[in-house]
């Protein structure tokens, strides 16, 4: 479950750093965060692979593995909380 989350964080970072770059206002905080979410899902990628090499299921659906998607993608909303506050204290000064 957690490779399903970290995947929908990542196209929504995604389409949000698309979305404002097209405006001409890329979002330096935003970009980040897509990266993570994308390097985040790859590592989850990998780790599915070798679940189901190793004869376990593809994607694990169990509670704990809920839990620590929500943790992943409220890890990586307060990252792009601090990266957006960072960015306007440093355009205001």
Do not use: H, Q
Request: proline share 1%; hydrophobic share 60%; charged share 15%.
């Amino acid at each position: 479950m957690c490779e399903i989350m970290t995947i929908v964080a990542a196209l929504a970072f995604t389409a949000i750093y698309f979305n404002g770059k097209r405006a001409g206002k890329p979002n330096a905080a935003a970009f980040a965060t897509m990266l993570m979410f994308w390097g985040a899902a790859l590592m989850w990628s990998v780790d599915c692979v070798a679940n189901k090499m190793n004869g376990e299921a593809l994607f694990d659906i169990s509670r704990e593995d809920t839990i620590l998607g929500v943790i992943i993608v409220a890890a990586g909303l307060i990252v792009f909380a601090a990266l957006s506050l960072a960015g306007r204290l440093r355009a205001r000064v």
